[in-house]
């Protein structure tokens, strides 16, 4: 609308009469989105403005009551539990990298070139994908029970390691929640490489083969460079995804044991819900969005400076 | 299946050298231990919580359960009311299905077919927040919800606001959006000069023509409703509100153990169902939300 308009400005009689033809055209059109677009008013946009807005005032219950400026930022800030917290969410990811990252890729190359059981393994990578996150969590947190009793602690006594403690051990609580976690989720990223990998033209493979090209030069040079795009949009993915890791510490330790599994998400939650300081929620809030968006655009701005190479 | 050639990296004649053979059987050992990890564990839970008292409660736990007691499942379904958490999840199911094809399949038809000129605003407005991450906006949210804006309803313990928060769903917009943009706008066009209103033709002819998208994203959003755990948590209080998986979680310090097992079994079995009959269609909407994705 507005190129036509910029085209006509000395004409607002013709401006007006095109407006007004915009409209009886176009008012049934703009009728039947309105509902859709109050609903991502209220539950989506005018939430995240006014959470920004929150985050500068001393709140009473959910309600803003006076303005503060920084100062929710700095309580957080300066909160002896916020410096574990933020190194704690960032170990969550990279572990959940080390552990986690490489697996899809490896187990969706092994299934693409079975010639038996091809759609069983499919499957059951992908069944834990269909077991509700919750259940999933509260099934590792009967598995993991840190007493000889524990199933876990059970089968690896049997190969002569001492029972440990899992959730409970301060040292070892991420690795195990993330162990969870990558358990569930492997498997629909795994389907994501495999639907990449058949893509790829058979033709490519033996003209490799006639070239004289062994089985780990063709890998090297057709397999990875056909999942190289899918492989740093995971990675983008999988990062901000684990950033923001809610669900399975409020379940398997609710941050515990001390704080040792406490991440920004969780953190955040329990600011509203436990200790009724909404500010210092959004405050929270606001922080992980920022470090979020940074990595986000840094992670863009590399794969422009890929692209163009 | 049919003969066609896979993409493997492994051709027919190296298939055929020893030295290959050897690895391709050593991978196929790996595979088969990764397929167990992945199985066993749910399995073991569900076999678990068929054992009797005695040797559920057994040290060391027995990894293959000696006795299945299957009047355990009749028993503990009616002692913990699970059928009211069964019916409460397909009510919710059942109106967030509705909810995100009528007012998303809208927004798809208005951003494909319709488009009147200043749509595009919306259409990106819409597509950032896809990207955002939510960490801000639960509190004001969850404030809105507790105390509407203007309205002044208080929602908990309904599941309007659950309803509410389906239409909210940007990637059904873009699947519902790209779906549509196949439909010929002559189809459109025609119905148009018959008379037909703008709601008459999504009704009539657009929907009509979208079956198969319809299918995946309603198997979609079962899914999702059954995962579904943080809003209906903090929406849901009311015991006789729960859904099947709030009311495991909610339940998880008060029930004994092997009654857990139990509900988490209750948990698992309907989406694992719902998978094995609708596989095609599930595989089919992640490739496409992955499409849209990527």
Known sequence: ?309 | MSKVKTAGIIGDLEYKTAKVKVFYWLYFAIMVCVSLICILPPVWVILSSLKDIKEFYAIPPTIIPRSLHFDKIWNTWNEFRFLRYYANTSYLTLGTVAFTVFFNGLAGYFFSKLKPTGSAFFFLLILWTVLLPNTIGIVPLFSNIVDFPLLHINFTNTYWPLWFLAAVNPVAILIFKNFFDTIPASLVEAAHIDGASKIGIFLRIVLPLSIPILITITILTINGVWNDFFWPYMILKDQSKWTVIVAIYNLRSTLPADIQFLGLTFAIVPPVLLFLFFQRYIVQGYAIAGGVKG
């Open chain 1, 1 to 309: 609308m507005s190129a036509n308009i910029s085209m006509q400005p000395y004409a607002p009689k013709k401006r007006k009469a095109k407006f007004i033809m915009y409209w009886i055209k176009e008012w049934s059109s703009w009728l039947l989105i309105v509902p859709t677009l109050l609903f991502f008013f209220f539950f989506s946009w005018q939430p995240l403005l006014s959470g920004i807005w929150l985050s500068f005032f001393k709140t009473k219950g959910f309600k803003a009551d006076g303005f503060v400026g920084f100062q929710n930022y700095i309580d957080v800030i300066q909160n002896s539990v916020f410096q574990q917290t933020l190194i704690n969410t960032f170990m969550y990811v990279i572990w959940s990298l080390v552990i986690g990252f490489v697996i899809p890729i490896v187990v969706a190359v092994i299934i693409n070139e079975m010639r038996q059981w091809n759609s069983w393994f499919r499957f059951s990578v992908y069944f834990p994908s269909l077991i509700p996150g919750i259940a999933a969590s509260l099934l590792w947190a009967f598995l993991f029970e840190p007493s000889e009793n524990g199933v876990i602690n059970m089968l690896i006594g049997k190969i002569g390691i001492h029972p440990l403690q899992w959730l409970q051990d301060p040292h070892l609580t991420i690795v195990t929640i993330v162990l969870t976690i990558t358990w569930r989720s492997f498997g629909a990223t795994t389907l994501l490489y495999l639907a990449s990998l058949q893509g790829v033209n058979s033709e490519l493979y033996e003209a490799a083969s006639i070239d004289g090209a062994d089985i780990w030069r063709k890998f090297r040079n057709i397999t990875i460079p056909q999942i190289a795009p899918l492989i740093g949009l995971t990675l983008i993915l999988q990062i901000s995804g684990v950033f923001q890791i809610f669900n399975e510490p409020l379940v398997l330790t609710e941050g515990g044991p001390n704080n040792a599994s406490m991440t920004l998400q969780l953190q955040s939650y329990f600011y509203a819900f436990r200790y009724f300081e909404a500010g210092h929620s959004v405050a929270l809030g606001v922080v992980t969005f920022v470090i979020l968006m940074v990595m986000t655009i840094y992670y863009f701005r590399i794969q422009k400076k890929w692209d163009r190479e």
